[in-house]
């Protein structure tokens, strides 16, 4: 067990400079990182320290290229139990792994990158962020006798109900810039819109002060101006410097996060918003509501998680996630009767 190497990690990477290569601005980097840190919290690495299992002895992460901080928490609980880290990724893009990798070289752990496919069929464990297109690659690539945990596509919506939610809201779409499989895709409000549309712009304005959007892609650009195309003929936009929010009637839903570019959804009540995600239900994932006792509700609607506005990017620890006992499956569970 190197759960104190753990610790020494996490407050090695605390006091680093911040990441370089996130595609975030420097503030959001730093934003995103501490919040990551945070969950790795000692009284939660002390209960996954409980967690009986027996650690695999080598395992890949293979990360995607949204959120930087994904592969951590994983890295975390993997080195903690004494696995033999190896994270894959994408071709070109480092991500946070030479900082990971060279602050776990310090503390003696066993933390190593590199942007090889072929790494992925050499170890009994795969740990898969990505698309649905690279979790089939990924499937037919490992050895056969491997564990693969795979987190394909999914993507969360919010659930608003009371004006003062809109500032924490906002705090969930800044971070990461609204990229990743918890961020805030759609967002479902009965409240009036207008009044709705204005006090999530200011929110939304005083987080690209605080935290700027970071850099957008080629083709995060098309897709934002394609959305921004449709809300204009079928609903209506609001634009500022550094994000827009796009209304759009249920049909219109698409689960595809853009950079700090939600679509705003005007619904009559609970069960009307659980109604316009079931086209898409197979891949709803975290469900962010300011409602008391809506959360069965949204269970039985198809969400894996649902946790409290503000918090849909900040997961704790110790969770399913996806649904799975991830705690769990990252170890081999044994019995003895002997």
């Known amino acids: 067990m190197s759960w104190h190497l753990v610790r020494r990690w996490r407050d090695k990477l605390a006091a680093a400079e911040p990441p370089r290569f996130t595609g975030l601005s420097t503030e959001g980097a730093v ?8 969950a790795l919290d000692d009284g939660s690495l002390d209960t996954v320290a409980r967690v009986d299992v027996r650690a695999f002895e080598s395992a890949v992460v293979v990360a995607a290229r949204t959120v930087f901080t994904a592969p951590l928490e994983w890295c975390a609980v993997l080195l903690g139990r004494g696995t033999r880290v190896v994270l894959k990724m994408p071709a070109g ?28 069929a050499r170890h009994p464990l795969v740990v898969a962020m990505g698309s649905d297109a690279t979790i089939a690659e990924i499937r037919a690539t490992a050895r056969a006798d491997a564990r693969v945990l795979a987190h394909g596509h999914k993507f969360s919506v919010c659930w608003v109900t009371k004006p003062e939610s809109w500032r924490a809201l906002a705090q969930d779409l800044a971070l990461y810039d609204t990229r990743g499989c918890m961020s805030p895709v759609v967002i479902l409000t009965p409240l009036p819109l207008e009044e709705a549309l204005d006090d999530l712009s200011v929110a939304m304005a005083r987080l690209q002060e605080r935290y700027p959007r970071g850099a957008i892609a080629p083709m995060e650009g098309a897709a934002i101006r394609a959305r921004s195309a449709l809300a204009r003929t079928v609903g209506q936009e609001r634009t500022g410097f550094g994000w827009a929010i796009h209304v759009v009637p ?10 700090r570019t939600p679509t705003l959804v005007s619904v009559a009540n609970l069960a009307e918003a659980i109604a316009a995600l ?5 891949s709803l994932g975290t469900v962010g509501t300011d409602e008391a006792g809506s959360a069965e509700r949204w269970l039985d609607g198809g969400a894996c998680r649902v946790c409290s506005v503000g918090k849909m990017q900040r997961p704790p620890l110790v969770r399913m996630h996806d649904g799975q006992p991830w705690l769990v499956t990252t170890g081999r569970a044994v019995w003895s009767e002997v």
Do not use: F, K, Y
């Not at 934003?31 to 945070?38: E, F, S």
């Open 31 to 38: 934003a995103a990182r501490d919040a990551a840190l945070g």
């Open 93 to 120: 893009e480092p991500g946070w792994a030479p900082e990971l990798v060279e602050a776990a070289e310090a503390c003696s752990l066993p933390l190593s990158w590199t942007e090889d496919r072929s790494v992925v």
């Open 250 to 259: 249920t049909e219109h839903i698409e689960p595809t996060p853009l950079p």
């Open 278 to 282: 079931e086209p898409h239900v197979g």
